[in-house]
Structures are given as C-alpha cells and as structure tokens.
C-alpha cells in the first residue's frame, strides 16, 4: 500500500429527494438506505479498503454532521473530519482539503468521491481505482470516472470521450472533449447512440500537487484564501477561520471552477454496477426486489397485487401494501409519505 | 328522569375489519376513529346523557377490555362492567345482564345498543329513544330500532315491517314481518323499492320481565344457566360463576335466539344519521371530508391529486400522500396498512 494514497469524501448533502427517509438532520449518505447494516458512508469508505490507509482518509461535512461521520466511520482520525459551516457546493470543499493534504504530505494522490453513491461490484471499482492512481501518480492530469452509460438517462450530466486520443501510458484513458449538462431524453440517446459519452460520477482522482496547480490558474480567489490559512491548519485558529472564510466564499462546483476549464482532463470509462441513487426508482433498481419488481427495505413488509414499488420503513413494525403500482412507500421518524414513482421529483415541495 | 331507565353497551367486538387502527389489544369502541376527541364507546355513552342515570349503565366487554372500559368511562359503577370470558356472541351477554338488572330493579326499562355505532343526529336519536321506551314501560313488547335505508347497502341485516299494522299506542311502531340476512344487491335494491325494509341496526328496547320472559321461553337453556347464578350475583364468587358457565355456553345472537323467534315483534323506523361503522369505507362516508372525497383523521396529513380516500393514523407525526385514488392508508401503532378500498374485505386476512 502506497501511503501517499488519500481519500477524500465529501459528505456534505442534505439529500432531500429522498425525504422522508433522508432528511436534513440525518441525509442520505449517513442511512442504511439498501437495508444492508451499513450505511452509504460507511460502504464508500469500504470500498477503498487495501488502497487508502485510513490515516489518509478525509471526511468533509456540514458542521452538523460531524457527530454522524465520527460515530459512524470511528477508524478516521478525528482530524480529518473537515466541518464546513455552510453549503458552498464542492469547489471550495475540494481547495480546502487539497491544502491540507499538501501540507501533510505534497506527494499526496487523491481520490475524491461522493459519500452517497452505491457500487455493486466493488472488485471492478477497487481495480479502476487503482489503475486511476497509478496514472495520476506519474502525471500531472486530472482523472474523471466515467461510467458506461446502460440507458440514455437524464438525470446525469455526461462527459464525451475523445476515443481516437487516449494516454500513451493508459490506453484506457482518454482525453475529455467536453462536459454535458443533463440533457433531454432525445440528447441522451444520441450519446448512448454515439457511444463516446459517460456518465459523470462526479469522482475524481489527481495527484495534491495537480489539484492545487488547477485552482491556482482556474479559480485563483479560492486557492488563495485557502492558501492563506497554510500557517493555522492544525491549531486551534482552523475551525474560526474556515468559518469566516466559507461565509464570504463563492459557491460554485468543481466541475465548473476546473473541469470544464482546464486542460489535461481525462476520462477514465468504467464499469463496475455504479448508481448515484439520485432518485427512489434508481434506489429500487439497485436493492433487491422480488418477483414483481417491488423493492421492500423494512423488517416486516408484506405486499399484495403489488408491483414496481419502493417501500422503505425505518420505523413500522409491520407493514401491508395492497393493490399499488409504480410508488414510494416511505417512512421515517413518524412521516410518512406514499407518492408515485413518476412524481417523485416533487418530493422536495412536500416538505418545505 | 325515570330511574328504571337501563342502558347496556356491548363492547365485546374485536373490531377486525379496522386493522391496523384496531387490534384485538385496543377494538374500534376503544378509538377515537372520527378524530373528534372521544372513542365511540364514549360517543354511545354520551347520546344517552339525560335518559339514564349514570348508575343504571352497564358494560358487557371481554375480560381484556375491563381496564380500557373503567378508564374510559370512570362515571359509570365498576360494578356494572360485566366480563366476559370467551366470545358467545349476543344472546348470553343480554341474558347475563338482563338477570342481573332484573336483581337489582325488577321494573327496569331497557335499551341494549353495540359500543361502536355512529350517530350524527343525536337530538333525533334521543328523540326516538325516549318513544321507544314509553312504548316499553307500557307493554310486554320487544322493539327493534329500525333505520330508514338511504341507499341498497348489502351489508347490513333488514327489518320487514308490516306497515298496515301499527301498534294502537304509538302509531309510528310497527309489527315485524321477518328478519333478513344481508341481501345481495338485486334483493336489497327490491327492498328499498318495496319501502317497508328497514336496516337491523341492533339496537333493542325492552323491559327487563320481557327480554327475560323471552329467553325463558325461545333460549331455556341460556336463560335458565344464567337464572341458576341469582344468589350469587354481586358476590365475590359471580366471576369463577361466570367464567364457568361461559366455556360451556353455546354461542348465539339475540337475533336468532329471540328476535326471529319470538311474537310481539316491533320495529321503530328512524332516522338519525346512524352508521355501524362497519367498513372503512363507511367511516369515511361519515367522516368529514375535503373537496376531493377525502378523510383525513391524524394529526398532519396533506394530500395531493388524493381522491375518494380515507387516511387515518395516530402514530404519525406528518404523512404525505400523492397519487391514490379510493385507498385507505391506515396506521396504528407502528403497523402501517395501504389497501384498496374495494378490497377492503380482505384486510383481516392480512393480519393473521
């Protein structure tokens, strides 16, 4: 195990899609959502088992969430829980650890990932990681995953390939030409048609070095402020004055502050079962179903004349669903919500 | 008020049909099921303020039921709940406690009504009451109330009254023909054409040497089990008595014990906004309802493009419901029910 591995996770959503099973004092990626024991944290740390020693595992949250992430992955150095004191999307999160890593260790190589998203075949994912590591170990290049798309969904950005030029040392990895905002569903069956576009995952991997050369050149007031800070990282000054830093700092993603600016960016097409569970139906697809297609996650769920369905309890003992088809049935905490599966991307009104 | 005026609720139902707002731990007559404030049994006790005297009002309800009866209606005599051991359906209830009425007042006038009705007129209801019991305390007659059918519902019993024969002291009190099982739709449909069929609501008026003469000559063996336990009514030794006499009991109605037996037959035809509650969709008919046809009895509940539904739960803190159209949602307890209405009948299969 190469010790200049480190894993960064951003762990800062409030996943709202999913209420009421995910809400803003509990989100997604701190919840057993598959019914599996684990929840989705703690299986994105698992999946880096045997790459990244957990010394080198960096956590970034909401302040709020600190308790959560340290009662639930208890081997991270408390250190490395990075608390952002509020939501300023993942270009800020991305300069902040980045520095921190370079001033632990300037031959760092990062992996950065989401806290939420579900691999289900983690053999492939261990291996693409690797091979991914390996690359940005001997260059300088920035590397996206990107995932085989298997339907013209749109509910994912995409990332086109350029497959005539591909890196002289990865033949498997090739040069991005550009990154598409989600399309419509005509759009997204050219890209699948054409066979060059990926999925964004949103999971990127570069040496700390490479990182924080591309926010010096693309987003220089970021990588200034949190150059600044150099000298307080690791006293007591850190927290107060990443506080007052994150208040007055820009909101924008990485995507857009170095991806979608920078050059040397290259696409890593992978394969390996991924979803982002960005949506219940991508939840049902992913989770174990019976027969007719229903996904029951809960200790005691019966179902009749039922089909294509997500039920999904926390807190019910027992459970009876008779005579639906297409929905959510989900329940938390006493809210409970049944909802069709083609609406669900009205959940987020339902409980504002 | 006269004093002899007797009031006796049967409260033994296990209310099946309702699960999962009703269990065998805590039936319908138990539940706040209008989400008005007070459980039907106190809804019952209440229609019949100013008829009879707290004293005079009895409860016979299962052994299980003793301590959910006395809480909930702590002005009646603990005295006066009598506990039955097993199920024997109606006929040994009324028997039971017509003997014991009869030893304490031999001059008692009687109404025997079900815990768990609905009536929404009370004043009418208290009206038709009253007449009834004038009738009684005057003659040896047995009364029926008889509801007036505001639609060809099959799931009730009728009453076929001989409207040619009424009785020469109240003229609007008329001899029974014959009773009738529930009928099916073309028959019940006949009935309402025909305008003398009335639904058996259950509820009988009588005075105590009637009811108890009739069990003497249409139920000996009942009537003289029950006759035998006199000395000891009102003793310590009455439970073990009764206990006993239960297990060996044969297990009958007072329909068919007596009512379809007996002469001397009356039916009251009234109208009072009376329901049995007896489906959830019945409940939802007398339930308060939104523009859309929906009741909604929980503390939280919105509903949208919700159609011809009843929602009604008690654990909940917040529910959501889009998309259903004439379903029941239904918690209780942490036992959560989605079902078709129309599929109603099939909910106590789902709890076996």
């Known amino acids: 195990m190469t010790n200049n591995n480190h894993l960064v996770i951003m762990a800062g959503g409030v996943g709202s899609r999913f209420w009421p099973m995910s809400s803003a004092e509990k989100p997604k990626q701190f919840l057993d959502v598959m019914g599996c024991g684990k929840t989705l944290i703690q299986m994105t740390l698992e999946r880096f088992s045997g790459i990244v020693p957990m010394e080198n595992v960096w956590v970034v949250t909401s302040t709020e969430y600190k308790e959560l992430v340290a009662e639930q992955l208890p081997d991270i150095p408390q250190a490395n829980i990075l608390l952002e004191p509020c939501r300023r999307n993942t270009a800020p ?201 229903n996904a029951c996650i809960g200790p005691n769920i019966r179902t009749f004349e039922t089909y294509n369905s997500i039920i999904h309890t926390t807190g019910e003992r027992e459970v009876v669903v008779q005579g639906l088809d297409g929905y959510i049935v989900a329940e938390r905490d006493g809210v409970l919500m049944v909802c069709k599966l083609s609406e669900e991307q009205r959940i987020k009104l339902f409980h504002d």
Not at 105 to 112: D, R, S
Not at 124 to 147: H, K, M, P, R, Y
Not at 264 to 279: A, H, K, N, Q, R
Request: net charge negative; aromatic share 12%; glycine share 4%.
């Open 93 to 293: 999160c991305v300069c902040y650890v980045s520095w921190k890593i370079k001033k632990r260790n300037p031959k760092a190589n990062i992996v950065v990932t989401p806290a939420d998203h579900l691999v289900t075949r983690v053999d492939d994912f261990q291996q693409s990681i690797n091979e991914a590591l390996e690359f940005t170990a001997e260059t300088d290049s920035i590397v996206t995953l990107g995932i085989k798309p298997s339907r013209p969904d749109t509910g994912y950005g995409y990332i086109e390939a350029d497959l005539s030029y591909s890196s002289s040392r990865k033949k498997n990895i090739f040069r991005v030409d550009s990154f598409k905002e989600k399309p419509s569903l005509n759009v997204a069956e050219e890209y699948v048609r054409q066979g060059n576009f990926l999925w964004n995952a949103g999971i990127f991997i570069w040496s700390v070095s490479t990182v924080v050369n591309a926010f010096r050149v693309y987003a220089p007031e970021i990588s200034r402020a949190f150059e600044s800070l150099l000298p307080i990282y690791d006293t007591a000054e850190e927290q107060a004055a990443i506080d007052r830093l994150y208040n007055e700092c820009q909101s924008i993603s990485v995507d857009y502050a170095i991806m979608e600016k920078a050059d040397d960016i290259f696409v890593y097409p992978v394969d390996f079962g991924w979803s982002d569970l960005g949506t219940w139906n991508s939840l049902r697809l992913q989770a174990e179903k019976d027969r007719y297609g």
